[in-house]
């Protein structure tokens, strides 16, 4: 018996064609852009002096006098976070489960989507300035933005949630006779309420960036200090401000994401050196 | 069968663990809403009061005047180039550093940690922080909206990519070694091919997120169709605003299109 002849021979290479010419044009249109652009390139050259120049003036000798304020107006930017995260997650919950396929019928189901595309297009700080009209300049009018801005991308994650978990509890509830509200408590709530928790807890921590930035229109919060020092070149207060911003938010999502970690893989999992 | 087993199992006591986490979700809310502590006002009178003279302007925001829009399309088209190339900048440097991050492209834990804690720490900054500073250093334009741009994605990409190649099925990794190549030439012919299609999905979708930032970067004078958007809400030309907003709305629903359906293509 002689074994059959193995072919060494390399397989052909699968087509590129499709790929090279896609490469192609994204190329010619990125030159395109930057040719029409006209960015001031001679300004590039300058910007490593530039950064330690003004580096220097904001880390070398921080003004630490403006911590106080600082943390008081970070606690406020915080604390906007946390009412928009809340409302946002109620009304995206109240308003994703039925948009879910499977739960809502058609006519509920595609108005909802259509909304939550609307608003996940639109900027945060354009929602807040169209609700300044009505509540004026303070930190409930950001706290409001976040949550309207919030219910556009998280009312999508809900129902994308819903549809994504294991529907067998929810077709043992309507075998049992239970009505829409009965399947959505029973069928579907308790399969996906841990990654919606992870996910609110996660809109949370969005929410203390975006609320940060909220301030340049005059909310109120550390985004408020942030553009009135700078336009006033205070640099050494500049500073102070950007290390709490950072220390606030890798502190904020640290915890979140510790809790996360938790709700999604339970008490018994310790952290398996994810850090490295 | 014995009635035993026919027994319902005892439920489980789940409602102290409920009553904990409501009762601190309870608190963290009524701290954030006291005024006194420099909370949220929930102040529904003044929505009551002031619902009047809102609803007129937003009822000029729904009568969108379209005689504004000749003056949008120069903005328009900044914004989209703004977007194109910060996001092309940032592809770029993505790749570099996504290996950079990674644990099984990078075996060397200091230079991993060091690539990690600076992006981490990039990332914390809020991208309109960036432009304030950036156009306080440099001046208006559209240069700093770009590195604003870049910055805010390589924060993304490189955080998502490098824990994809971090959890990717490193068997062909194992084999590039076991082949003698060094680790260079492992990650350029076992490691890319396996993350271009992630690389090239979250690429994709850091311009959807670009073109939604780099519209409203303009506030803070980094170029683009946010300078207009101040400069109508300036002047109370809630109309205007409408037609801006509409226009925003109708690119970014497009472009999500098409990069939904070039995403799927990926997979």
Known sequence: MTAPAISFRVPPRPSRVVVQIASIAVGILLVAAFWNLGIAWEKLATLPSRLGHYGALMFADPNWSKLPEALYQTWRSVAMAWVGALLGVVVSTVLGIPAAAGVGPWWLRLPLRGLFAVLRAIPEIIIAIIILTVTGLTPFTGALALAIGGIGTHGKWTYETIESVSHGTAEAVKACGGNVLEVARWGLWTVASPELMSLALYRFEINVRTSAILGLIGVGGIGDMLTGYTQYRQWDTVGVLIIVVIVITMSIDAISGAIRRRIMEGATVRDVDRSV | ?267
């Open chain 2, 1 to 267: 069968m014995s009635a035993a087993e026919l027994s319902l199992p005892p439920r489980p006591r789940v409602w102290p663990r409920i009553a904990v986490i409501a009762g601190v979700v309870a608190v963290i809310t009524v701290l954030t809403t006291l005024p006194t502590l420099g909370g949220v006002d929930i102040d529904l009178h003044a929505i009551a009061r002031n619902w009047g003279n809102g609803a007129e302007r937003i009822a000029k925001l729904f009568h969108p005047d379209f005689s504004i829009l000749p003056r949008t399309w120069k903005p328009l088209l900044e914004t989209l180039e703004m977007a194109l190339i910060g996001t092309g900048i940032a592809a770029a440097l993505a790749v570099p550093l996504t290996l950079w991050a990674a644990r099984p492209s990078n075996p060397l834990v200091g230079s991993r940690r060091v690539v990690r804690l600076v992006l981490n720490v990039v990332r914390a900054v809020p991208d309109l922080v960036y432009a304030t500073i950036l156009v306080a250093m440099i001046g208006v334009g559209t240069l700093p909206g770009i590195i604003t741009l870049v910055l805010f994605d390589l924060g993304i990409v490189v955080k998502l990519v490098s824990e994809a190649v971090d959890s990717a099925d490193a068997s062909y990794m194992e084999a590039g070694r076991a082949a003698g190549g060094t680790q260079a030439q492992i990650n350029r012919l076992t490691t890319l091919p396996q993350i271009w299609p992630m690389f090239g999905s979250q690429v994709l979708y850091s311009l959807e997120l670009n073109v939604r930032v780099s519209a409203i970067l303009g506030i803070v004078g980094a170029g683009g169709l946010g300078r207009l958007i101040d400069e109508v809400r300036g002047f109370y030309r809630y109309d205007a605003l409408g037609t801006i907003i509409l226009e925003i709305l109708v690119v970014v629903i497009v472009i999500e299109v098409i990069s939904n359906a070039l995403r799927k293509r990926l997979r």
